[in-house]
């Protein structure tokens, strides 16, 4: 099975920083990797998919880029919806996901 | 616009077995172009894939397979989960989904997810 590692496992930032977050496959997925964006309460919402494509409606402060193992979502300036918890997930081989960053307030 | 809606017992006996179903509106399941499927979340815990049909095949979680089964009734336009012999590790939020397209993963939606608890 493929094992997802994501980091860091919670973020502190501001309103308007530059966030990263940083996903590692434990074996080779090309580029089919997915983001998504989590509320509590609610379903995770696809923000990125085949690692850098930008879901339809999905605010184009949100990129992806990687290949391979090593993956990053970036959000460029971070807005008081964003605070929340992404998860990546690879689909090379059926599905699993990272085990999440909850990017919080500073 | 694309729907789903999960349905099912909130809560299930140690021993027994799990069963939901996702309604779909706004689309059809029988679509060629997307994997449909099952994800659950245990309570503060992250995502876990159970299982998803594609074109006629079904594929499911190497941890869960001996107990998981998805259905498919596209004349109602609904999949179903069946989940034997459950115990408390069980207890999550499940959600059904259009997992994404079949050659760039896109196009993803999820329903909103239904509490399930194994508990006597």
């Known amino acids: 099975d493929i094992q997802m590692t994501q980091s860091p496992s919670t973020l502190s930032a501001s309103v308007g920083d530059r966030v990263t977050i940083t996903c590692r496959a434990s074996?080779?997925?090309?580029?089919?990797l997915a983001w998504y964006q989590q509320k509590p309460g609610k379903a995770p919402k696809l923000l990125i998919y085949?690692?850098?494509g930008l879901e339809s409606g999905v605010p184009s402060r949100f990129s992806g880029s990687g290949s391979g193992t090593e993956f990053t979502l970036t959000i460029s300036s971070l807005q008081p919806e964003d605070f929340a918890t992404y998860y990546c997930q690879q689909y090379n081989n059926y599905w699993a996901f990272g085990q999440g960053t909850k990017v919080e307030i500073k | 616009q694309l729907q789903l809606q999960e349905s099912g017992p909130g809560l299930v006996k140690p021993s027994e077995t799990l069963s939901l179903t996702c309604s779909v509106s706004?689309?059809?399941?029988?679509?060629?172009?997307?994997?449909w499927g099952w994800f659950r979340q245990p309570p503060g815990k992250g995502l876990k894939w159970i299982g998803s049909?594609?074109?006629?095949?079904?594929y499911y979680n190497s941890s869960l397979k001996s107990r998981v089964t998805v259905s498919v009734d596209t004349s109602k336009n609904q999949f179903s989960l069946k989940l034997i012999s459950v115990t408390a590790a069980d207890t999550a939020v499940y959600f059904c989904?259009?997992?994404?397209?079949?050659?760039?993963?896109?196009?993803?939606?999820w329903g909103q997810g239904t509490l399930v608890t194994v508990s006597s």
């Open positions: 989904a259009r997992v994404g397209e079949m050659s760039t993963g896109g196009g993803g939606i």
């Open positions: 706004g689309g059809s399941i029988s679509s060629s172009s997307y994997y």
């Open positions: 085949k690692a850098s």
């Open positions: 074996q080779s997925i090309s580029s089919w």
């Open positions: 049909f594609y074109s006629g095949s079904t």
